[in-house]
């Protein structure tokens, strides 16, 4: 059963790997024993820390991620560097907060083009990859409980959350044949940079803890299972899926 969950030899990208969610899932990963490349802007200093701790290699490769111009060059210094490209990890994301009635076009754009025009282009190139290497690979999105709910004060993201659901399905029906296997991960509301301005909300914060049935905000290392499984040969069927990870949100 130990090598249904085995990823000793692969390679990882995991965009956002700086800290917060795309950190903890870049960590499972390398303890699970893939090698981890960490694509996008911050300091990865801790995150090469943890990884290099777990004895896997690591690579961190800066790269602003609002344009999708940087993605061959990032998949050409990956192969460059590691030699092949296993598994890709779409977690770069952003978030703006305003009321619909006055949201804005830049404010909608610079959302939709981080959080789903490159998840697509990044997706695809990973892709293209994997059909030259001949073997297939695995791409895990990272969409939301806005891919399954309206929200309040979120146009952009909730479009581009429901959207990253919808191409997750798109690029399996196409994929498949390759060997490549696209699902998603619905993180419910974690305790991350993103969240601190609802956390710091006594009365929203409140609201959320109270229905959630675990009676707590998730953690990055609640995702280390869900990420594994789905870059593991243990997920090879399952193909197209979202698998929310939300201490039973959807449930209530």
Known sequence: MNTMFDLTGKVAIVTG????????????????????VSVGLGDNTQTQRLIEGAGRRFLAVEANLMSIEVIAPVIEKVVAALGKIDILVNCAGTIRRADAIDFTEKDWDDVMDLNLKTVFFFSQAAAKQFIKQGYGGKIINI???????????????????????????????????????????????????????????????????GRIPAGRWGLPEDLAGPV????????????????AVDGGWLAR
């Open 17 to 36: 790997a700086a800290m917060g969610l795309g950190q903890g899932m870049a960590l499972a990963l390398a303890n699970a024993g893939a090698d981890i």
């Open 143 to 209: 969409a939301s409980m806005l891919s399954f709910q309206g929200g309040i004060r979120v146009p952009s993201y909730t479009g581009s959350k429901s959207g990253v659901m919808g191409i997750t399905r798109l690029m399996a029906n196409e994929w498949a044949k390759y060997n490549i296997n696209a699902n998603a991960i619905a993180p419910g509301y974690m305790a991350t940079a993103n969240t601190a301005p609802i956390r710091a909300d006594a009365q929203r914060n409140a609201e959320i803890v």
């Open 228 to 243: 594994v499984f789905l870059a593991a040969p243990a997920s090879d069927y399952v193909n197209g899926y979202t698998v």
